[in-house]
């Protein structure tokens, strides 16, 4: 069996600022902070705890999906020489880039952050910081709730998540079972949080990735609800008028657009169209 790890960045132990996520712009170099490379370097070191793990426990082999921003920040020649991994944007499947692969039977959260929204929870978002909430059949989730809903399209588990306390919590919530997780950090707000200290993390994120792969039996794939309800609030109504350019998509508020989803390739292929769709300048 494989595992595909999806690496965010917001929820590796350290971080607390978008200063330390933010890789640097193109035309814009050299742009890239002291706090951005050694960030990266510690989500290298967290994936490569997880890969540890897993490969301890007896996985063939496990790939690893960037897929925070621009989906360049892994070091390359810092990750586990075990692993292949998958690089820049844009990818189709996005933060579940190479769950279609064959033999995946699961999937690792790793460097995970809460939902837009969330109190105390450090540099808490969905997708952009211009999405106020989305809901998936009435209930709000995060980056967290599609890709479990784009893993379990393809029969996989979420079966580990790393992050702060919060994304932890609330991605135990959602996809529910017996969930293995590692908090590296408790929130105190959206820019500050209590850490481990990075290898320790690193320790309890190898520990965990084992007892996760031990306990696949007690985790389930998450499957969207048929013809599911999809709304996004927006923090400006300027971005639900251009969402309403793509087919399907209803107003259903001031800042809320609505769309279903048959499937949840249906929902991941929509919700990226909005998302390109509502960035635009508010001045214009
Ligand atoms: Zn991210």
Not at 92 to 118: K, N, P, S, W
Not at 274 to 282: D, E, F, G, T
Request: with cysteine.
């Amino acid at each position: 069996m494989k595992i595909l790890i999806s690496a965010d960045m917001e929820g590796v132990c350290g971080v607390t600022s978008w200063v330390q996520v933010m890789p640097p712009e193109l035309g814009n170099e050299p742009s890239s902070t002291v706090e951005y490379e050694r960030a990266r370097s510690r989500l290298t070191n967290e994936v490569n705890a997880a890969v540890e793990g897993a490969l301890a426990a007896g996985i063939d082999e496990v790939i690893v999906n960037d897929s925070h921003d621009g989906m360049r920040n892994l070091v390359p020649e810092e990750l586990h020489p075990e692993v292949r991994f998958i690089s820049g944007s844009d990818k189709a499947l996005g933060m579940m880039q190479g769950i279609d692969e064959e033999g995946v039977g699961a999937v690792f959260f790793v460097g995970y952050h809460a939902r837009a929204g969330t109190p105390a929870a450090p540099l808490a978002h969905t997708w952009t910081t211009t999405v106020a909430d989305v809901r998936l059949a009435g209930n709000s989730t995060g980056e967290y709730g599609i890709n479990a809903a784009i893993a379990g399209h393809f029969g996989a588990p979420i079966a580990l998540v790393t992050g702060d306390d919060k994304a932890v919590a609330q991605v135990r919530e959602w996809v529910g079972g017996d969930l293995t997780g590692v908090v590296v950090k408790e929130g105190y707000s959206t820019f500050s949080a209590i850490h481990l200290h990075p290898k320790r993390a690193q320790q309890l994120i190898r520990q965990a990735a084992e007892e996760a792969v031990h306990k696949l039996a007690s985790v389930r794939p998450w499957i969207l609800p048929a013809a599911c309800a999809v709304e996004i609030d927006f923090d400006h109504q300027s971005r639900a008028d251009q969402c309403l350019y793509v087919p399907g998509v209803e107003r259903a508020g001031e800042r809320t657009v609505a769309f279903t989803a048959e499937n949840a390739l249906e929902l991941n292929a929509t919700f990226r169209a909005l998302m390109q769709a509502s960035r635009i300048k508010m001045s214009p």
